[in-house]
């Protein structure tokens, strides 16, 4: 299966250039994978260049898991991810997705000094 860059996930979610937005449907038509560090970066960009706020971006993430030719690495993490994301506004959803990462892989506690994810299950403040 073909994957995605961030670049190709900004374009499907912001729709800011029909030409590039037309080239991005088309390529991922056939089908594609995004790994989780796209889907972290699409976040953070969203965020940092195009100031979506933290409902948008928990709307673009359930829209990209929802995209009917998009295959979202370990869907069920991302999906467990973007649930913490939900009903805690003050993590960002990368932080989210490491924890439910670590989790997947059998390595809890996550280790971390930021006050707010120590607050998950599975997560520990150093």
Known sequence: ???V???VLVRLVTRDDVKQVAAAEQFVAKGAWVSHLVLAETTW???AAY???HRGIATAVAMLLDHETLTIQDA???AAA???YRVRPSLGFSDCLVL???RRAGHLPLGTFDRN???LEGAERV
């Open 5 to 7: 860059d961030t670049n």
């Open 76 to 78: 069920d993490v991302v």
């Open 82 to 84: 973007l649930g913490h």
């Open 100 to 102: 439910e990462i670590a």
């Open 1 to 3: 299966m073909r994957a």
């Open 117 to 119: 994810l120590s607050k």
């Open 45 to 47: 960009v969203l965020g």
């Open 51 to 53: 100031d979506v706020d």
